[in-house]
């Protein structure tokens, strides 16, 4: 900042920034991945965006627009850019949808009880069950929005494994199957 007198000229030894603002978003709503446009103003300088308190990706196309990626474990809440000059909340709320799970694969593709199991594909995020051949896994986590480590169950027979969340289950098409052993003689 600058300030001039019939004394002469004196300027501010820090700049001044105008903090961000963002004045809509489109979509306000989508699943993890979804590519958000957020328009407002001051963003030439935003150094990260925010869902609901998770750290996305995003890109600056313009000083008033910003391409902002759905991160996983993103949560319905506002949209937040930070800045040096400050950081600024949307007034509405952006809304994380889930799409119905789909398997792609998995590895290995057989085991024995207790083995992990590495299931890849799309829309884990919100995932509330893991079955193998309509058993529920020993346990599972869902890593990111497209993989999901879970632990085969006992006394499960081959089968497909499901994955089931908020919009629906999805099942794979290729068997996982159960390695034979021997329990005595």
Same mark, same amino acid.
């Given at each position: 900042?600058?300030?001039?007198? *019939?004394?002469?000229?004196?300027?501010?030894?820090?700049?001044?920034?105008?903090?961000?603002?963002?004045?809509?978003?489109?979509?306000?709503?989508?699943?993890?991945?979804?590519? +958000?446009?957020?328009?407002?103003?001051?963003? $030439?300088?935003?150094?990260?965006?925010?869902?609901?308190?998770?750290?996305?990706?995003?890109?600056? $196309? @313009?000083?008033? *627009? +910003?391409?902002?990626? #759905?991160?996983?474990?993103?949560?319905?809440?506002?949209? *937040?850019?930070?800045?040096?000059?400050?950081?600024?909340?949307?007034?509405? %709320?952006?809304?994380?949808?889930?799409?119905?799970?789909? +398997?792609?694969?998995?590895?290995?593709? %057989?085991?024995?009880?207790?083995?992990?199991?590495?299931?890849?594909?799309?829309?884990?995020?919100?995932?509330?069950? #893991?079955?193998?051949?309509?058993?529920?896994?020993?346990?599972?986590?869902?890593? $990111?929005?497209? *993989?999901?480590?879970?632990? @085969?169950?006992?006394?499960?027979?081959?089968?497909?494994?499901? #994955?089931?969340?908020? @919009?629906?289950?999805?099942?794979?098409?290729?068997?996982?199957?159960?390695?034979?052993?021997?329990?005595?003689?």
């Amino acid at each position: 900042i600058t300030l001039a007198s *019939q004394f002469g000229y004196g300027t501010s030894t820090n700049n001044f920034g105008a903090e961000p603002l963002i004045t809509s978003f489109d979509p306000v709503a989508g699943t993890v991945g979804t590519l +958000i446009l957020i328009n407002g103003a001051n963003l $030439s300088e935003v150094t990260n965006v925010n869902f609901n308190g998770t750290n996305a990706l995003f890109t600056r $196309s @313009a000083p008033d *627009q +910003i391409h902002a990626v #759905v991160p996983f474990g993103a949560t319905n809440g506002p949209i *937040q850019v930070v800045a040096p000059s400050g950081t600024n909340d949307s007034v509405t %709320n952006f809304t994380v949808t889930f799409g119905v799970p789909l +398997i792609s694969g998995f590895s290995p593709s %057989n085991g024995l009880p207790g083995g992990e199991v590495q299931i890849s594909g799309l829309h884990f995020s919100g995932a509330t069950n #893991v079955t193998f051949n309509g058993v529920p896994a020993l346990f599972f986590g869902v890593t $990111s929005d497209t *993989q999901i480590s879970a632990f @085969a169950p006992g006394g499960a027979s081959s089968g497909p494994i499901t #994955v089931a969340g908020p @919009a629906g289950a999805g099942q794979s098409t290729n068997l996982f199957f159960f390695t034979p052993r021997l329990t005595g003689f």
